[in-house]
């Protein structure tokens, strides 16, 4: 959720971004006032439930997939946003061994999208 929110940021400024050469009226603002977040069309930074609830279906079964519970907790608590030194003051492990695991998660992901298709 954090990544799309990102994304639909960037693109609306990407697409307000005045262009090289470009004149653009300054007698009326070419969006909304708000925040950003509201400007890009993201009402907020917490999913509905309907939509926490297809995301969670989504992810149990990659999750799942995952060896052991460490990888689980970690893949769980980046998924959430959570940086990885948060994650490793969160299981009492250097943001390096949370890193290992990342890529390790993200190997196991990728070799699982690969055997589906």
């Known amino acids: 959720m954090v990544i799309t929110e990102r994304k639909a940021i960037d693109q609306f400024q990407r ?14 603002p070419t969006c909304p006032r708000g925040t950003e977040r509201e400007r890009a069309g993201v009402a907020s930074p917490k999913p ?10 989504e992810c149990r079964h990659p999750v799942g ?10 893949a769980l608590l980046r998924m959430q946003g959570y940086t990885n030194q948060e994650v490793a003051d969160r299981l009492v492990c250097s943001a390096r061994s949370v890193a290992r695991k990342s890529e390790l998660i993200r190997l196991t992901w990728q070799g699982a999208v690969g055997e589906e298709t």
């Open 65 to 74: 997939s995952l060896r052991d519970d460490t990888l689980r907790r970690v």
């Open 48 to 57: 509905s439930r309907e939509v926490a609830a297809m995301v969670a279906d």
């Open 15 to 28: 697409e307000r971004r005045q262009k090289w050469g470009e004149v653009r009226s300054l007698a009326r």
